[in-house]
C-alpha cells in the first residue's frame, strides 16, 4: 500500500534529519505519510510491514543524561536488564520536555538523528532480523528505510537485546 505523499513537502522538523542522513551517506529518504504514525502499530499499518520492523526511538535518562534506545516495534525495553547490560544507571523515561530539548522533536516523531548533538545510542539487536526497517523521519507523518546496521553507522551505538 503506498501511503507515501511524495508531492507533499517535509514538515521544517524534517530538515535536521535530511541533513544528518545525507551528511552520513544514508540512501534512504525521508517520506511523508498522508496519516501521522505516532506508533509502532501505526507506523506499520500505513507502510504494510511488520511491527518489529519498525525502529522506535525512545528517549530515556540515565546517569543525569539524555539516552536513546531503537528498539523493535515488537518489543517493550526491559530498562533494568538493559542498564545492566549496557553498564549505565537507572533508565527513566523522559518527559516530553526532555525528548524536545535533546532531540528537538516531539514523541512521536523522533528520528534516531538529526539532533542538537549526539546521544549514546543502543539499537536493539533484534532489528537485525529485518533486510529494511523504518524510522521516524523528525515528525509523526514522516519515516525512513534503514537497516540496523545504518543505525549503528548513523548514530554510532551499540548493539544489544532490549529485553529481558
Not at 47 to 73: H, K, M, Q, R, Y
Not at 100 to 127: E, F, N, W
Request: proline content about 9%.
Amino acid at each position: 500500500m503506498d501511503t507515501t505523499e511524495p508531492t507533499t513537502p517535509l514538515p521544517a522538523r524534517c530538515a535536521p534529519v535530511v541533513a544528518a542522513l545525507a551528511a552520513h551517506g544514508v540512501a534512504g529518504e525521508v517520506r511523508v505519510l498522508s496519516e501521522p504514525a505516532p506508533t509502532a502499530l501505526a507506523a506499520a499499518a500505513a507502510l504494510g510491514c511488520e511491527v518489529g520492523a519498525i525502529a522506535n526511538s525512545l528517549v530515556f535518562v540515565s546517569d543525569g543524561e539524555p539516552v536513546l534506545v531503537l528498539t523493535s516495534g515488537a518489543h517493550r525495553v526491559d530498562t533494568k536488564a538493559l542498564a545492566a547490560r549496557w553498564g549505565r544507571g537507572k533508565l527513566h523515561r523522559a518527559s516530553p520536555e526532555q525528548v524536545r530539548t535533546a532531540t528537538g522533536q516531539a514523541i512521536g516523531g523522533v528520528a534516531p538523528t538529526g539532533h542538537p548533538a549526539p546521544l549514546p545510542t543502543v539499537v536493539d539487536a533484534a532489528l537485525t532480523a529485518y533486510g529494511e526497517i523504518w524510522a521516524a523521519g523528525g515528525h509523526p507523518h514522516t519515516v525512513f528505510p534503514t537497516t540496523a546496521q545504518e543505525l549503528l553507522r548513523l548514530t554510532g551505538g551499540v548493539l544489544l537485546d532490549v529485553t529481558a
